[in-house]
C-alpha cells in the first residue's frame, strides 16, 4: 500500500520561529490533508490540499504532487501551535480511506 | 452546531466485554468511519460505511464490528476478540461517498482503557 513518511519527527521552537514540516508519500493522490492534533487529542483540520498552495493565516501548504511530497510551513510560532501535525492521503482510486503518516510532534516554548 | 460527537469520552473496560462506542453526526454526511490511534502513532483505518445499511471493513477490522442503520448514527463495538483494545477511537465523516476527493472530519474522540 501507499507509504506516507513525515519529518522531523520531533521539533522544538521557540517562540515567533518559523518551521517547515514535511510530507512525502510513495504512489499518486487525489486528497491531501493536514491535521493538528491538540493535547486533548482532537483532530482539526488545516488544509485539504492535494496539489497547489493554500494559506491560512500564519500557516500555509504547498502540494507537489508530481514529485509525491507536501510542506506545512508554520510562522512566527506561538505556543498554541503545539501538539502533533499529521499528514494524511488517499491514493488515487481510494475511495475516502486516508492513510495516515506518524506525525510531528511540535513543542513551541515561550 | 453541526458536528460529530462521540460518547463516552473515557472509558473502561474489563478483559472478556464487549463494549460500544458511539458517533453521531448532523452534517448531513454520507460516508463515516472509524480510525484506531495508538501513542506516538498516527490512524489506523477499522471499518467505514458510504451508506446506510453498508459497510467496508478497513485495515484493522478484527475483533471490531459496526452497524449503520441511520444515517447520523455508526457505533462501534469493541468485541473480546480484540486482542489490545486500548487506545484512542476517532470517529470521521466527508459529504461524498466515495470519490475520494471529500475533506474528513473529526470527532473529539473516545479514550478505551482495558483493566
Known amino acids: 500500500g501507499i507509504q506516507v513518511e513525515q519529518s522531523p519527527p520531533d521539533l522544538i521552537l521557540q517562540e515567533g520561529a518559523n518551521s517547515t514540516l514535511r510530507c512525502n508519500f510513495s504512489?499518486?493522490?487525489?486528497?491531501l490533508q493536514w491535521f493538528h492534533q491538540n493535547p486533548w487529542g482532537q483532530l482539526i483540520n488545516l488544509f485539504y490540499i492535494p496539489s497547489g498552495t493554500k494559506q491560512n493565516g500564519r500557516l500555509s501548504a504547498t502540494t507537489v504532487a508530481t514529485e509525491r511530497y507536501s510542506l506545512l510551513y508554520i510562522s512566527s510560532s506561538q505556543t498554541t501551535d503545539s501538539g502533533v501535525y499529521f499528514c494524511?492521503?488517499?491514493?488515487?482510486?481510494?475511495?475516502?480511506?486516508?492513510?495516515f503518516g506518524a506525525g510531528t510532534r511540535l513543542a513551541v516554548h515561550p | 452546531d453541526g458536528g460529530i460527537t462521540q460518547s463516552p469520552k473515557y472509558l473502561f473496560r474489563k478483559e472478556g466485554q464487549n463494549v460500544t462506542l458511539s458517533c453521531e453526526q448532523n452534517?448531513?454526511?454520507?460516508?463515516m468511519y472509524w480510525y484506531r490511534q495508538d501513542p506516538g502513532q498516527g490512524l489506523r483505518l477499522i471499518y467505514y460505511?458510504?451508506?446506510?445499511?453498508?459497510?467496508q471493513k478497513g485495515d484493522i477490522a478484527e475483533g471490531y464490528s459496526v452497524s449503520r442503520e441511520k444515517k447520523e448514527s455508526f457505533p462501534l463495538t469493541v468485541t473480546s476478540a480484540q486482542k489490545n483494545p486500548t487506545a484512542f477511537y476517532l470517529c470521521?465523516?466527508?459529504?461524498?461517498?466515495?470519490?475520494?476527493?471529500?475533506?474528513?472530519?473529526f470527532g473529539p474522540g473516545t479514550r478505551l482503557t482495558v483493566l
Open positions: 494524511a492521503v488517499v491514493k488515487t482510486g481510494g475511495y475516502n480511506k486516508l492513510i
Open positions: 460505511s458510504q451508506i446506510v445499511n453498508d459497510f
Open positions: 470521521a465523516s466527508t459529504d461524498g461517498p466515495s470519490t475520494g476527493t471529500d475533506t474528513q472530519y
Open positions: 452534517l448531513n454526511h454520507d460516508a
Open positions: 504512489d499518486s493522490v487525489n486528497n
